[in-house]
């Protein structure tokens, strides 16, 4: 009689629980027993509900799981990318790169050196690919371009419209920096997006004191040739 009992309870605690002895073990292969209970079977004896409950929390977790290690390697990348201008953004301090365009754009030796100092880069372009040494060029600044040279500036470096620096310097007939950019290996034969060198620049505009030096540069290629 206590046997019977005992059975009864073990029983009802695996209805609760979802799982009925008498419903059909599909994991083992064994077929409906007799007196099967009415609710629906599904894999191996669990009710749906209990199923569900079984298996579907293991599948939002690995879900989450994954979601997680995801979010976590998009932070690590973007972090990685833009992890100095997130901080300079938070922090209000200009970017090194922006402060020395701006430096070379308005000669401001000061913000120059400041940009230097935290390590601003030669090759650093503006939103229209125009490098520090493109500014310096147009402006005429010997000594900026010099320094911009010895860190590491490309002297063929094409900004916008496809000038380089030795371009830009003859447009505004900067004799002196046209002769730094010769001397530091700028090729007058390089052409713009519309197909002009630095030679047909002068020749163009005629600026007297640039004029002259790719003359004679160009002499010396002659002589070469």
């Not at 601003?120 to 500014?135: E, H, K, M, W, Y």
């Amino acid at each position: 009689m206590g046997r019977d009992t005992d059975r009864r309870r073990h029983r009802s605690i695996r209805i609760l629980n979802g799982v009925d002895d008498r419903m059909p073990n599909r994991c083992a292969g064994r077929g409906a027993g007799v007196g099967q209970s009415a609710r629906p079977a599904t894999r191996c004896g669990l009710s749906p509900r209990a199923f569900t409950f079984r298996y579907g929390g293991s599948i939002v977790r690995t879900i989450l799981s994954w979601g997680v290690l995801v979010a976590m390697v998009i932070a690590l990348v973007v972090a990685a990318r833009y992890g100095s201008r997130i901080r300079r953004w938070a922090t209000g301090a200009p970017d090194a790169d922006d402060l020395l365009l701006e430096a070379a754009w308005h000669g401001d030796a000061k913000s120059f050196e400041q940009a230097v100092a935290v390590g601003a880069s030669a090759q650093c372009t503006d939103r229209f690919g125009n490098t520090p040494l493109i500014a310096a060029a147009l402006r005429g600044d010997t000594d900026m371009a010099d320094r911009l040279l010895a860190m590491g500036a490309d002297v063929n470096a094409q900004g916008a419209h496809g000038y380089t620096p030795l371009m830009w310097a003859v447009t505004t007939d900067r004799a002196a920096t046209v002769a730094l950019l010769i001397r530091r290996g700028a090729d007058p034969r390089l052409r713009s997006h519309s197909g002009q060198s630095a030679a047909d620049i002068a020749k163009s505009m005629d600026p007297p004191d640039a004029k002259a030096i790719l003359a004679e540069l160009d002499d010396d290629h002659r002589r070469c040739d």
